[in-house]
């Protein structure tokens, strides 16, 4: 650093001697004189700020800083805040989206319809011809010319299947297939209704979470209320005490009600799949009601055309069927032909035809053919199993649907605002000295205990709709 300004005192030197400056009255005069004195200013002042700067460093905390210089500096920030994952906020079509794309259950279950699909490959191909190679006519004992005693036979065979097998057997494939997709489609079928429940229960944690935060910030309220009354000496230290005292039980139930939304919602981020890290979501919708009015007849028609369950039975005895097609063929022998030449190096060479087939005399395929047979009537009875499943379970779920209405019918009757109306006159009361705290306590506890049962019957109605839904395979709600 000193190099640098003594060169740079040498530049300005040189530029004194060379720079003509002029006076007040215009007339040229040298600076040489004043070139050391202002040399010596410079110097002084370089000097003064190169050793006073890191003892102000030391002693000063940096001032903010303004214009560019602090744009600048915020951008390191900046950056590393959009780097943080932002709350995605998703209703219940934007949960079954991300669900039909990212849960691994699914990734899974697909897999087997793509193994399904490599054994369509695998039916289409044919046998695979046989080259043969032999030497005949060796002698054991290695004396004369060997290679003209000897006879080198070429051969080449190819299997025909007969009895329609391979056309069989790419329709057994084909049968496979559709089976596996039915029953792709149940456990889908299943899967979605299950992330709709823990939707549900996301929003239910979540409405009684915020029930929570308000009884309290009204018990709060009330609380400081009853210390300015304590204070003014109108009312005794009993009260406020109680007040305290109950003061726990309702941290205690935001407490639960945090927790009980935090697990729900960490439970629906894992069934959405994805990368866990990366699926920060909140819930954007609440637990409402929707009246709906069902017909048995038609909610069994539609399950019983619309069950992915039943479907896959059906599918499982056409693939039975397609079995025992191919195993009735398996029976027929497949013939084989052959052709060769058998060649003597010096003498004559020779053609060969051969044809093969195999007799059927004691292996006929009987263990397949009944192994087949078996399968078909044991998919006809899951069938018939299964039909009387899905009447059950639309039968039961109508049920209950009907009953959990009721449920939420009895709260829409005016109950919800007559327990509002009894808090506000109590607190209202409470203030002008007409009432007590314990009757404000228990207006307080009626409200949150009511609010509770009716999102909990609310839940439950969402719930037995859902039912419901898994029962028809169709989607109810409008």
Known sequence: MYQLINNYLRRFSKRCDSVVCQGPCGLPRYCRRQKNRRASYLASVLLFILTSHPVLAQEKSPEPLKGINANIAVIPRTHEQTLSPAKRSITISDAVSIFLQQNLQLVAARYDIDTVDAEKLTARLRPNPQFSFASADLPLGFTGNVLKEQTFSWGITETFELGGK???????????????????????????????????????????????????????????????????????????????VEKLKFDTDLANSERDYE??????????GGDYRAMDIEIAGKLDYQPYQFSLAELRDEALAARPDLKAAQLSERAADASIRLQDAQRIPDLSLGGGIDQVPQGTSTYTFGVAVVLPVFDRNQGERAKALIERKKAQNQQQLITNQVLGDVDKALVAFEIQTKRVELYRTGVLTKVDNIQNLTEFALKAGESSTIDLLDAIRTRRETLANYYQALFDYQMSLLDLELATATLLQK
């Open 263 to 272: 697990v729900a919602l960490r439970d629906l981020r894992v069934t959405l």
């Open 166 to 244: 391979r056309r069989k057997r790419i329709n057994a494939a084909n049968a496979n297939s559709d089976l596996a997709r039915g029953q792709f489609q149940a456990v889908l079928w299943q899967l979605t209704n299950d992330l709709k429940r823990k939707f549900y229960a996301v929003l239910l944690a979540e409405s009684l979470l915020d029930l929570a935060k308000e009884n309290q910030k009204t018990f709060a309220e009330t609380v400081k209320h009853t210390t300015e009354l304590v204070q003014l000496g109108e009312i005794s230290g009993l009260d406020l005490q109680r007040l305290e």
